[in-house]
């Protein structure tokens, strides 16, 4: 069900699939049940202290993570209220995609720079740093109001550039 919230790969690790579209892992959602059961007495203020519990080790779960590239706090990442997600979107939010560090790491190209500025390419670098989505980025600093549909179209405008970029550099070395 993560994988179609958040239209990722199969491929895509599971602790980023659940992060990314919202979903409390199976083991912390077993665990938060099983002490809510042995409890005497539930109440709100017990069920907010087991909701903070359960977010602090999802946390701590997380902070090891090698996935962790965009999202940094699961807690506001998970209870905001705006921003659907969707196969371009996750593809930053996981790093997975055309970065050509992420292409580098699976052995698909022989290195992980990036085509436009030869840094290492991730997605990070590609939504902050690379000069190629300078203007674009410099639009979304300018607006405050819809951001979120204006970074979510800005990342698929990305994504499609470099798979076409891309696609016309395979066939140059073909």
């Known amino acids: 069900m993560a994988l179609r919230i958040c239209s990722a790969y199969?491929?895509?690790?599971?602790?980023?699939?659940?992060?990314?579209?919202?979903?409390?892992?199976?083991?912390?959602a077993a665990e938060k049940k099983r002490e809510l059961y042995v409890?005497?007495?539930?109440?709100?203020e017990v069920k907010k202290q087991q909701?903070?519990?359960?977010?602090?080790?999802?946390?701590?779960?997380?902070?090891?993570?090698?996935?962790?590239?965009?999202?940094?706090?699961?807690?506001?990442?998970?209870?905001?209220?705006?921003?659907?997600?969707d196969y371009y979107i996750t593809q930053f939010l996981s790093g997975h995609g055309v970065?050509?560090?992420?292409l580098h790491r699976i052995k698909?190209?022989?290195?992980?720079?990036?085509?436009?500025c030869d840094e290492i390419d991730d997605?990070?670098?590609?939504?902050f740093c690379c000069p190629r989505w300078e203007n674009g980025r410099s639009a979304l600093l300018s607006k405050t109001s819809e951001i979120w549909g204006k970074v979510g179209a800005f990342m698929k405008e990305i994504i499609i550039e470099k798979v076409k970029d891309e696609k016309a550099r395979n066939a140059e070395v073909s």
């Open 10 to 28: 199969r491929t895509m690790s599971t602790d980023a699939v659940l992060v990314i579209a919202g979903l409390i892992p199976v083991h912390l």
């Open 39 to 44: 409890k005497a007495e539930i109440n709100d």
């Open 51 to 85: 909701r903070q519990g359960t977010y602090q080790k999802w946390q701590e779960e997380w902070d090891t993570s090698d996935n962790r590239k965009l999202i940094h706090n699961v807690e506001d990442w998970t209870s905001r209220k705006h921003g659907d997600v």
């Open 99 to 102: 970065f050509m560090d992420f």
């Open 108 to 116: 698909k190209i022989p290195n992980g720079n990036c085509m436009y």
């Open 123 to 127: 997605a990070e670098h590609t939504l």
